[in-house]
């Protein structure tokens, strides 16, 4: 892939192992949005990078929902679906959700994430859920999307609610190309509906939500990366491109035939950054466990506090810092300590 012309801020940078790259056309956003804002992106930094131990999770990421309509070829939802191993739909009640918002409020939380394995839009109460974590004082408070349900008087209530950052999930320039990958979708009405959200954000003269095209990057639409930066550059806030890779499924031999090890020297940011609810309150060591591998508690019976400065984290914590990530079974399956081989 040629280099891009365009300045990409982010800690990809600085680190060949991250996949993921982000391009701030507004790069001004976040001071913007003021000192708080600002206080909460420094202690985002310090405590990632110092992999320092704050009393509380900075972020959540909350399963809303696994119902989507799409099919996309390269998640892992319709992986599932295609083994037979997708679980039954579910909804998070939003008293289970509001039970986690009022500690965190109470204790500095600060962003939520409202997805994870399904479609965010279609809760019934997600709306409802935003103003909740506006009102409860959370300071960025963010979904991803496939954009398909992103009509008009959606994206208004979204904005009147309080979203903080709105990503879309958004693969080709091309039309046919975009609906192969995202099978089940509709190029025009996505592209309508992101042009839509920036034009009622311009017209009401807001700073938020930050919106921004997540591009996943694959053999296949790799080189439709400038294109993609031109399509939206005029329209969007900034874009995020995702290296889409396996490498969880693959053994060493695959992972040799594929020219990629396993980083032995590798620390994750999460665990000093961040815990995920499950839709019935359940409270996991990452966000990325699909499978629902690492479950440290319930909310009915635990509080997110004690989860975070348990045991079981804690541990973790000390292996990874230690180099003996592989020893975390759902860490030593997860393509973020994976880098490329070099040579042939």
Same mark, same amino acid.
Do not use: S, V
């Given at each position: 892939m040629p280099e891009s012309p365009h300045r990409l801020t982010s800690k990809a940078e600085r680190d060949v192992n991250v996949c993921c790259q982000f391009l701030d056309f507004n790069e001004t956003w976040e001071r913007d949005m003021g000192p708080a804002f600002m206080a909460y992106r420094h202690d985002w930094q310090r405590y990632s990078a110092a992999?320092?131990?704050?009393?509380?999770?900075?972020?959540? /990421?909350? /399963?809303?929902?696994?119902? %989507?309509?799409?099919? %996309?070829?390269? %998640?892992?939802?319709?992986?599932?679906?295609?083994?037979?191993t997708l679980p039954p739909a579910f909804t998070m009640p939003f008293d289970v959700y509001a039970a986690a918002i009022d500690e965190g409020a109470q204790k500095g939380l600060y962003a939520v994430n409202l997805n994870a394995s399904g479609e965010p839009l279609l809760h019934p109460d997600l709306v409802r859920m935003v103003t909740y974590a506006r009102e409860s004082g959370i300071l960025d408070i963010m979904l991803h999307t496939s954009g398909l349900f992103l009509d008009e008087p959606m994206a208004q209530r979204l904005m009147d609610a309080g979203l903080t950052k709105l990503i879309v999930s958004f693969d080709s320039p091309d039309k046919a190309h975009y609906e192969a990958l995202r099978v089940g979708s509709s190029y025009d009405r996505v592209v309508a509906n992101i042009r839509t959200a920036a034009r009622l954000k311009r017209q009401a003269g807001s700073i938020t939500p930050f919106i921004r095209i997540n591009m996943v990057l694959m053999r296949e639409n790799a080189h439709e990366r400038e294109a993609m930066i031109d399509m939206w550059r005029d329209v969007v806030d900034g874009m995020g491109f995702l290296e889409y890779i396996n490498y969880y499924q693959w053994d060493e031999e695959d992972r040799y035939r594929h020219r990629v090890a396993y980083r032995e020297d590798f620390v994750c940011e999460k665990p000093w950054q961040r815990l995920a609810v499950t839709h019935d309150g359940g409270i996991k060591f990452c966000h990325l466990d699909d499978a629902d591998e690492v479950v440290l508690g319930n909310l009915s019976s635990m509080s997110l506090e004690e989860a975070w400065t348990g045991e079981v984290m804690t541990r973790y914590r000390e292996l990874q810092k230690a180099g003996r990530i592989r020893e975390i079974g759902l860490c030593s399956r997860c393509s973020t300590p994976m880098m490329p081989v070099e040579g042939d």
């Open positions: 992999r320092e131990l704050r009393p509380f999770p900075m972020h959540l /990421d909350f /399963d809303l929902t696994n119902t %989507c309509t799409l099919r %996309c070829t390269f %998640c892992p939802r319709t992986q599932m679906a295609r083994r037979g």
